[in-house]
């Protein structure tokens, strides 16, 4: 009892009601854009349950049953870098579309290539799966690190930051 009073008045319940926020526009926000990336697509529901299930995944792979709070922090980076990545993946999307055209008028690639490769390079669909898994690899890479540590500065206080055991060398959670 005397902890969770000492929370209340160092304000970290507030703290994580706030990262809780973060979390639930950056996942509404990542949906939003999900659904203008597919808009061309006619039946996009199957894409849409993949990425969708893909953000599923990484967000359960974030839960730490001993930590909630660092497990809050790491789903709300998880979830900025997948509403930043899907922009990303509608841009590479974009220039994948102008490089396919480009390469379509070059009627000497389509003797060489083949009609079949061809047809295949022409298929709308084609290039929605890779675009969208260069986005997150590369906001992952870039941006999550940082994401997490800003997070932590804001939402977690110095106090309740885990440190180090002198004695046996291990993290202790507080």
């Given at each position: 009892m005397n902890r969770i009073s000492s929370l209340r008045k160092t304000g970290q319940p507030l703290r994580d009601l706030g990262c809780l926020s973060i979390l639930v526009v950056a996942v509404a926000y990542y949906f939003q854009n999900l659904g203008g990336y597919l808009v061309a697509l006619q039946k996009p529901m199957v894409l849409e349950i993949g990425f969708a299930g893909s953000l599923a995944i990484s967000l359960l792979y974030d839960i730490n049953r001993n930590n909630i709070r660092f497990s809050l922090i790491h789903a709300t980076r998880t979830a900025i870098v997948f509403a930043v990545g899907v922009?990303?993946?509608?841009?590479?999307?974009?220039?994948?579309?102008?490089?396919?055209?480009?390469?379509?008028?070059?009627?000497?690639?389509?003797?060489?290539?083949?009609?079949?490769?061809?047809?295949?390079?022409?298929?709308?669909?084609?290039?929605?799966?890779?675009?969208?898994?260069?986005?997150?690899?590369?906001?992952?890479?870039?941006?999550?690190?940082?994401?997490?540590?800003?997070?932590?500065?804001?939402?977690?206080?110095?106090?309740?930051?885990?440190?180090?055991?002198p004695h046996c060398k291990q993290l202790v959670h507080h």
């Amino acid at each position: 009892m005397n902890r969770i009073s000492s929370l209340r008045k160092t304000g970290q319940p507030l703290r994580d009601l706030g990262c809780l926020s973060i979390l639930v526009v950056a996942v509404a926000y990542y949906f939003q854009n999900l659904g203008g990336y597919l808009v061309a697509l006619q039946k996009p529901m199957v894409l849409e349950i993949g990425f969708a299930g893909s953000l599923a995944i990484s967000l359960l792979y974030d839960i730490n049953r001993n930590n909630i709070r660092f497990s809050l922090i790491h789903a709300t980076r998880t979830a900025i870098v997948f509403a930043v990545g899907v922009m990303v993946a509608h841009y590479l999307r974009d220039k994948y579309l102008i490089l396919r055209d480009q390469i379509a008028s070059i009627h000497e690639l389509r003797e060489l290539w083949g009609e079949d490769i061809h047809s295949a390079l022409m298929n709308q669909v084609v290039g929605y799966g890779g675009c969208f898994a260069l986005g997150m690899v590369s906001m992952r890479i870039t941006i999550g690190r940082a994401i997490e540590r800003g997070l932590i500065a804001v939402f977690v206080l110095p106090q309740l930051m885990p440190s180090t055991c002198p004695h046996c060398k291990q993290l202790v959670h507080h």
